[in-house]
């Protein structure tokens, strides 16, 4: 609870955190709440201004940007769910594995991490998507990828401290196995931080697709994703710059958002992290 009450005094936190409520009860309803279908395309109505039939006007080919904007909401929170769950997945059973068994186990699987580490992300998503050709399933599957590392080295470390834990010797010591011990008592209790990693993840992830996206290779027409649409977007900067501002606006503020929910949630299972920023003096101001 006391935890709980930390992140409910972190303004920005509870702020983020009720935006994306807002937009994950806006990505469910697309359905309901998009004024027009996404692919809905008018040729006599391309490019026109924001009216009370299209809040934010139409793009190049008439059809509604809000619309696009609001179904592209729902891709983007579902990728971006999807990539940090499975690199989440991996990672972490990496590192535990890793950080339990040491050794030439935990070597191999390190050596394996540091060579994902040893790529810019962005030159090892484009390799992996010219691999498999561009699409957002491609694309998807590079960003898991490149997200792995970051599970890896977090899960190991807390592993690695955990193993040596009275608790673990003790359930050693009556004779539990290797993966039941990890399972019941390692992973519990290395959990949280990952948690709270995966929530900082889950932005970068968005980024990365929209990225991808933006240079060709990710969402292919008509998806309504939030970086092919900057993409289409770009040759209009002149004559409609909003189609710019309004997408760029929408994967800026999610990102924000989900970066300061992790911020607060970081807070809230760090009571010492806490207690020093409310400790700290503030500047006093100059009269």
């Given at each position: 609870?006391g935890?709980w009450?930390?992140?409910?005094c972190?303004r920005?936190?509870?702020?983020?955190?009720a935006?994306?409520v807002?937009m994950?009860?806006?990505a469910?309803?697309?359905?309901?709440?998009?004024p027009?279908?996404?692919?809905?395309?008018?040729?006599?109505?391309?490019?026109?201004p924001?009216?009370p039939?299209?809040?934010f006007g139409t793009?190049?080919?008439?059809r509604?940007?809000?619309?696009r904007?609001i179904?592209?909401?729902r891709i983007?929170?579902?990728?971006?769910?999807?990539?940090v769950?499975s690199?989440?997945v991996?990672?972490?059973?990496m590192g535990?594995?890793?950080g339990?068994?040491?050794?030439?186990?935990?070597?191999?699987?390190?050596?394996?991490i540091?060579?994902?580490?040893s790529?810019?992300?962005?030159?090892?998503a484009?390799a992996i998507?010219a691999a498999?050709?561009p699409g957002?399933?491609?694309?998807?599957?590079?960003?898991?990828?490149?997200?792995?590392?970051?599970f890896?080295?977090?899960?190991?470390a807390r592993?690695?401290?955990i193993?040596?834990?009275e608790?673990v010797?003790?359930?050693?010591?009556v004779?539990?196995g290797?993966v039941?011990?990890?399972?019941?008592?390692?992973l519990?209790?290395?959990?949280?931080p990952?948690?709270?990693?995966?929530?900082?993840?889950?932005?970068?992830?968005?980024?990365?697709i929209?990225?991808l996206?933006?240079?060709?290779?990710g969402?292919?027409?008509?998806t309504?994703?939030?970086?092919?649409?900057l993409?289409a977007?770009?040759?209009?900067?002149?004559?409609?710059?909003?189609l710019?501002?309004f997408t760029g606006?929408?994967l800026?503020?999610?990102?924000?958002a989900?970066n300061a929910?992790g911020?607060g949630?970081?807070?809230?299972?760090?009571p010492?992290s806490?207690?020093?920023l409310?400790l700290s003096p503030?500047p006093?101001?100059r009269?």
């Amino acid at each position: 609870m006391g935890g709980w009450r930390r992140f409910l005094c972190n303004r920005p936190a509870v702020i983020g955190g009720a935006f994306l409520v807002c937009m994950v009860a806006v990505a469910i309803l697309a359905d309901v709440i998009a004024p027009h279908a996404y692919d809905a395309a008018d040729l006599r109505s391309r490019l026109l201004p924001p009216s009370p039939s299209h809040p934010f006007g139409t793009d190049e080919l008439g059809r509604c940007v809000l619309s696009r904007i609001i179904y592209g909401a729902r891709i983007s929170f579902l990728l971006g769910s999807v990539i940090v769950a499975s690199s989440m997945v991996v990672g972490v059973a990496m590192g535990i594995v890793a950080g339990y068994a040491g050794g030439a186990v935990d070597s191999v699987l390190m050596r394996l991490i540091d060579v994902l580490l040893s790529f810019p992300g962005i030159l090892l998503a484009l390799a992996i998507v010219a691999a498999l050709g561009p699409g957002l399933g491609s694309a998807a599957t590079a960003v898991a990828v490149v997200s792995i590392p970051p599970f890896a080295r977090l899960s190991r470390a807390r592993a690695l401290s955990i193993r040596r834990e009275e608790y673990v010797q003790a359930a050693r010591a009556v004779g539990a196995g290797a993966v039941r011990i990890m399972w019941k008592h390692v992973l519990p209790n290395a959990i949280t931080p990952v948690l709270i990693q995966a929530s900082l993840e889950v932005p970068r992830a968005i980024i990365f697709i929209a990225t991808l996206s933006f240079l060709g290779i990710g969402a292919q027409p008509p998806t309504p994703e939030w970086g092919a649409m900057l993409s289409a977007a770009k040759n209009y900067l002149r004559v409609a710059p909003r189609l710019t501002i309004f997408t760029g606006s929408a994967l800026f503020l999610t990102a924000l958002a989900f970066n300061a929910v992790g911020d607060g949630l970081r807070d809230a299972c760090d009571p010492q992290s806490y207690r020093r920023l409310r400790l700290s003096p503030r500047p006093r101001s100059r009269r």
